[in-house]
């Protein structure tokens, strides 16, 4: 049973997060994908959609950063689309509760291929600090999953993150993820 102020509370966190986002992507959230059970009881994060802040869909999870002692990790998850996409919010979604477990750095990769539609050629998530953003005093990052093909994740490993993140700026891929995409031309 919740206590009287604990609703209150909630609202608090989830109304200081919303706007320390809307302030870093530019506008308020324009969606919000709810999951069917709670992230505090087991279940996945709920999804904020930002559809002002780049041409096409930013999707957040609205779940990970709290008030400071409270948080389940100092970032929130976040995948961009060309356009309105569904999968990509319900990948983050369900992705957030590993974060009770594992710390997400900025530079690690991660498969994904049972988690892609079957025409996909996306084989794995990079992540990227992509932005920060204040949170009840504490700076919080936006960790970008950015999905990429075995051959960008076989360069990723063997010529590290930066390399590849930088290939993937210079050809247009970033920030986005495009599920059916061809590898980028990859030269160390």
């Known amino acids: 049973m919740r206590r009287p102020d604990e609703e209150d509370d909630t609202d608090e966190v989830w ?5 320390a986002l809307a302030k870093t992507l530019g506008s308020g959230h324009d969606d919000v994908y709810h999951a069917p059970h709670p992230f505090v009881l087991g279940g996945d994060a709920e999804v904020m959609a930002f559809y002002h802040h780049l041409k096409g869909a930013v999707y957040v999870t609205a779940e ?7 948080s ?3 970032y929130e998850l976040m995948i961009c689309h060309r356009d309105r996409e569904d999968w990509g919010p319900s990948v983050i979604s369900r992705l957030a509760p590993y974060t009770q477990e594992a710390y997400i ?5 991660m498969d994904i ?3 892609t539609p079957p025409t996909s ?4 998530f990079l992540f990227d600090t992509y932005e920060t953003f204040t949170l009840f005093g504490h700076a919080n990052e936006l960790r970008l999953c950015i999905g990429i093909t075995k051959p960008e994740l076989e360069f990723k490993l063997e010529h590290g993150s930066d390399k590849l993140l930088a290939l993937l700026k210079k050809h247009g891929v970033y920030p986005f993820t495009d599920l059916e995409r061809d590898s980028v031309p990859l030269k160390a």
């Open 121 to 124: 050629r996306i084989k794995a």
């Open 113 to 115: 291929d049972q988690a």
């Open 64 to 70: 990970l950063t709290a008030k400071p002692g409270e």
């Open 15 to 19: 109304n200081a997060r919303a706007d």
């Open 105 to 109: 750095d900025a530079g690690e990769s």
């Open 72 to 74: 389940y990790a100092d």
